[in-house]
Structure formats: structure tokens, C-alpha cells
């Protein structure tokens, strides 16, 4: 059974989602927190949670240290930032604090329903502008640098960097990664910079995004 947690300061929000999760995921059992107090307290009560929606903007949030408390609290269940916020570094950033997806509130019930289930099937979610802009920025050489994971170059990377790059693309932080992978944080470490020089990319928010759409069952079965 499905549980998912609804953190957010706006009961009338609340209820929407709600109502969306209601109708996709039948027989899901949603809980509903208002701050990040009441939230980090729920969490430590239950840890069978599934999926947790958090608002950036509700009260004791102080930006994304919110967020940080709460994947520190609760490495291993999938935070999804539900939020108005606009700004495309934030949104980003997100998913470099732990995050595994990122809604916007003005999206349609379809695109929340879809994400949500994208993200329950183990994929990270974003926006699709702030994916297109991703990929346009400029690299360090003024050309465009396209961040989309070809074959070829996931096909270079060795079996333990694609399970350390699917750990990554979970929100998972290199403590985590080490502690289910049973390899030690410095190794982890080792791999990530490996994994970002294969991919061509800077960090793990650029990583993250160019495999978000990847199967990595599909290359593990080599």
C-alpha cells in the first residue's frame, strides 16, 4: 500500500494534491504536515513512507536547509519539492540537496499525476523548460552543451558507476550510496568524479539531469 506524506502550509493546496494522489495511485493513503517541525517529527515516526512532497516556502523551511534536515533525517525515502518557486538555480539546487524531483504548483493535475508516478518508478522529475534550459547553457567554451546521457557514454561507465550514478540520480548523498553499496565514502567519492569526467559535465545536478530519463536495469543486466 502506498503511503505518501503531503507537507505543505496551504490546506486548500494540501487538499488538491491529495485529490490528485487519490485518483492515480488508488488505494494510497496520504498524511499531511503543515511546517517543517511538524514534519521532521512525523518522519520519525514512520519510516515506511514512500514518497514525501515538501512546500520550500512553509514555516521553519529557512530555504533549503529545510529540505537538508529532512534527507538527513530520512535518507532513503524519495523527497519530491512541490512549489512555486521560480527560480531556475534553486529548482536545480534541490536536486543537488537530495531532492528527486521538482513540481511546479501552476502545473496541470495530468503533469502532478504523471510526475508523480515518473518519480515513484524510480526516475528524477523536472520541469520540462527547466530541462531545455539546462541543456542550452553554455559550457565553459561558449559552444551548447548538450547534459542528455548518450549509449555510448553510459556503456563506458564500469558496473559499479552505474550503480553509484543511480544511487546519485535518487538523491542519494555519498554517506548513503556508501552505506548501501557497502563500499566505504571515499570510494564513493572516486566514483562520482570519475562519472562526472565519463559524462562530461560539471556536477551532480548536471549529472542528474542528463539521466533522468534513463532505465538503468537495462545496463546493469550486462
Excluded at 535518507?75 to 534541490?94: C, D, F, G, M
Excluded at 547553457?137 to 556503456?155: A, I, W, Y
Amino acid at each position: 500500500m502506498l503511503k505518501v506524506l503531503v507537507a505543505d502550509d496551504h490546506p486548500l493546496f494540501r487538499d488538491a494534491i491529495i485529490n490528485i494522489i487519490g485518483r492515480r495511485f488508488e488505494g494510497c493513503v496520504t498524511y499531511e504536515t503543515q511546517d517543517i517541525d511538524a514534519t521532521l517529527a512525523f518522519v520519525k515516526e514512520h519510516d515506511d513512507l514512500d514518497l514525501i512532497l515538501l512546500d520550500l516556502n512553509m514555516p521553519g523551511m529557512s530555504g533549503l536547509n529545510g529540505l537538508l534536515d529532512l534527507r538527513n533525517e530520512c535518507p532513503t525515502t524519495p523527497v519530491v519539492v512541490v512549489s512555486a518557486e521560480e527560480e531556475k538555480q534553486t529548482i536545480l539546487q534541490t536536486l543537488a540537496y537530495g531532492a528527486v524531483g521538482f513540481i511546479a504548483k501552476s502545473s496541470s493535475k495530468d503533469t502532478i499525476g504523471d510526475a508523480l508516478e515518473s518519480v515513484l518508478n524510480g526516475n528524477v522529475y523536472l520541469p520540462s523548460d527547466i530541462i531545455r534550459n539546462t541543456d542550452n547553457q553554455r559550457s565553459s567554451g561558449g559552444r551548447q552543451h548538450d547534459l542528455r546521457v548518450g549509449v555510448e557514454t553510459l556503456s563506458s561507465l564500469t558496473r559499479r558507476q552505474l550503480m553509484v550514478l543511480k544511487c546519485m540520480t535518487k538523491g542519494e548523498a555519498n554517506k548513503q550510496i556508501a552505506y548501501n553499496l557497502n563500499i566505504s565514502e571515499t570510494t564513493v567519492k572516486s566514483h562520482v568524479s570519475s562519472i562526472l569526467k565519463k559524462l562530461g559535465v560539471y556536477n551532480r545536478v548536471q549529472a542528474v539531469v542528463g539521466c533522468s530519463d534513463i532505465d538503468f536495469n537495462q545496463y546493469l543486466k550486462r
